[in-house]
């Protein structure tokens, strides 16, 4: 088998090869869909995958394809060429040699006849092929982690929290025996430092009411709290040192500019974190 019969199978190959590239093509595109839809994400990742492999072998195809075709071509037009060089040459050779054939007429001699054989042989052979192929893969998975609390911890209010109320430094630590509690309360104080009128009950919009205490077993620069509670809600408030001596009687107050309105309202005092008396009293509609 010479060239110019091996190159008649050319066309062939190059017709199957991109029959081949499309299909793989066709099949890629399928993949790369089922990629996007498919209904879990194992199947679309494998189908992704695949379709990614089936179409750069799709791809490879198709430039074998145009490759050979482009190639041949060429080898087709340089073969046509060789042969007309080739076998035109001896043709010009052959033809060019004279025949000569004697004519005999009442033996008068002829002049010999001339013959001239001009060959023309042309071989041209032209393949263009112009491959187009596109395919576009997009594969997209977007996570969207989404963390909703079950509960919500709400930090309980205490009078520390509420008043802002801290211990001051330096501060010491209660006798066992130690004891502070409220006696009485009233609207006004006595010049003895009692109370003129001792009550539980206020009108509303009393701006000031002064509380009497005793204590005993007390040491200066222990801590003690002084909380105003109304309706069981801490309002008003101070954290402080000792400084009344061992034992004896006083008195504080609690003040409001715009006056207390009405309700039920509970003293409390504190020595340290332990409570060490309480006092309830009400604020009343003044009619």
Request: no cysteine; net charge negative.
């Amino acid at each position: 088998m010479d060239t110019l019969e091996l190159t008649q199978y050319i066309p062939h190959l190059v017709v199957g090869l991109l029959a081949l590239a499309l299909i793989l093509l066709l099949l890629a595109i399928h993949q790369l869909r089922l990629g996007r839809r498919g209904p879990y994400w194992r199947m679309r990742r494998e189908a992704g995958q695949r379709g990614g492999q089936l179409f750069l072998l799709s791809v490879a195809l198709f430039g074998i394809a145009f490759a050979i075709a482009f190639f041949s071509g060429f080898a087709a037009l340089a073969v046509g060429q060789f042969n007309a060089l080739l076998y035109g040459s001896a043709n010009v050779e052959a033809a060019a040699a004279p025949t000569l054939t004697p004519a005999v007429d009442t033996l008068t001699p002829t002049e010999p006849a001339t013959m001239t054989a001009t060959p023309t042989v042309t071989a041209s052979a032209t393949a263009t092929a112009t491959p187009t192929a596109t395919a576009t893969a997009t594969t997209t998975l977007t996570p969207t982690p989404t963390l909703t609390p079950s509960s919500t911890p709400t930090p309980t209010a205490t009078y520390e929290t509420a008043l802002h109320l801290y211990e001051p430094s330096g501060a010491r630590e209660a006798d066992a025996d130690a004891v502070v509690r409220v006696i009485s309360a009233d609207v006004a104080v006595s010049q003895n430092a009692t109370p003129l009128e001792p009550r539980t009950e206020f009108p509303a919009g009393i701006g000031r009411i002064y509380l009497f205490i005793s204590f005993r077993n007390m040491e200066d620069g222990v801590a003690w709290s002084r909380i105003l509670y109304r309706d069981g809600a801490p309002l008003q408030g101070s954290t402080l040192l000792w400084s009344m001596g061992a034992e004896g009687s006083s008195y504080f107050f609690f003040g409001s500019d715009e006056g207390y309105p009405l309700g039920d309202y509970r003293v409390e005092l504190r020595l340290g974190d332990e409570t060490t008396s309480e006092f309830e009293f009400r604020v009343v509609d003044a009619a």
